[in-house]
């Protein structure tokens, strides 16, 4: 069975640090875009970053900019997401996604989800 497997949240103050890895299981995702969304409690699944498949290219919701960093190790089929200066309104489940069309902050441009992994951002 074809996953993405998340790691990395956890419970942090805020200003803390988290780095967040996603890792393919069952298959390699080789020539997918890789983006991180994320679902607060009572809120809409929202984009927060991806990169697209060569590593060349990035998009980052306007709230994560300057804080959030996602970068690639294709290599390792590895994606992060480097998170900074983390704010209570961070705290969400995080998810993985992978896409093979077109790069997108569209939830719907990607195919392949992992399980999620929480971050809790404590003030």
């Known amino acids: 069975q074809v996953q993405l497997v998340e790691s990395g949240g956890g419970l942090v103050q805020a200003g803390g640090s988290l780095r967040l890895s996603c890792a393919p299981s069952g298959r390699t995702f080789r020539m997918y875009n890789m983006g991180w969304f994320r679902r607060a409690p009572g809120k809409e699944r929202e984009f927060v970053a991806a990169i697209n498949w060569s590593g060349g290219s990035t998009l980052y919701t306007d709230s994560v900019k300057g804080r959030f960093t996602i970068s690639s190790i294709n290599a390792e089929n590895t994606v992060y997401l480097q998170m900074n200066s983390l704010k209570p309104d961070d705290t969400a489940v995080y998810y993985c996604?992978?896409?093979?069309?077109?790069?997108?902050?569209?939830?719907?441009?990607?195919?392949?989800w992992g399980q999620g992994t929480q971050v809790t951002v404590s003030s």
């Open positions: 996604a992978a896409g093979r069309d077109r790069f997108s902050s569209r939830w719907n441009e990607y195919n392949y």
